[in-house]
Nanobody, 126 residues
Framework: QEQLVESGGGLVQAGGSLRLSCAASGFTFSTYIMGWFRQAPGKEREFVAAINWSGGNTRNAEFVKGRFTISRDNAKNTVALQMNSLKPEDTAVYYC???????????????????WGQGTQVTVSS
């Protein structure tokens, strides 16, 4: 059974950093595109970042602006999101997502991902 489990969320002051991690199981991790999404209260779930199967190609949302970095370790079946210079507007539940790497394109739509984690809360105080 395909499963994703996020960890690393928490409360941080504005300007601080957090590193989210997502552990995958139940599928061949190295053949999947991995992504991070987030959902703030009352808002739609939005794309944050994605990484291709090898880690050689990444894509970020405009609001990331060099603050976040997505990476993966295929030997450990994990994907991480390093978040620096956090802002209060980054407060959200962050979700890890996966889809088969059947395309060279890194999708930003949540509809393109078929495996989801339960999410981890990130709260940034001002």
């Amino acid at each position: 059974q395909e499963q994703l489990v996020e960890s690393g969320g928490g409360l941080v002051q504005a300007g601080g950093s957090l590193r989210l991690s997502c552990a995958a199981s139940g599928f061949t991790f190295s053949t999947y595109i991995m992504g991070w999404f987030r959902q703030a209260p009352g808002k739609e779930r939005e794309f944050v970042a994605a990484i291709n199967w090898s880690g050689g190609n990444t894509r970020n949302a405009e609001f990331v602006k060099g603050r976040f970095t997505i990476s993966r370790d295929n030997a450990k079946n994990t994907v991480a999101l390093q978040m620096n210079s956090l802002k209060p507007e980054d407060t959200a539940v962050y979700y890890c997502a996966a889809r088969r790497a059947d395309t060279n394109f890194l999708p930003t739509s949540r509809k393109e991902y078929n495996v989801w984690g339960q999410g981890t809360q990130v709260t940034v105080s001002s």
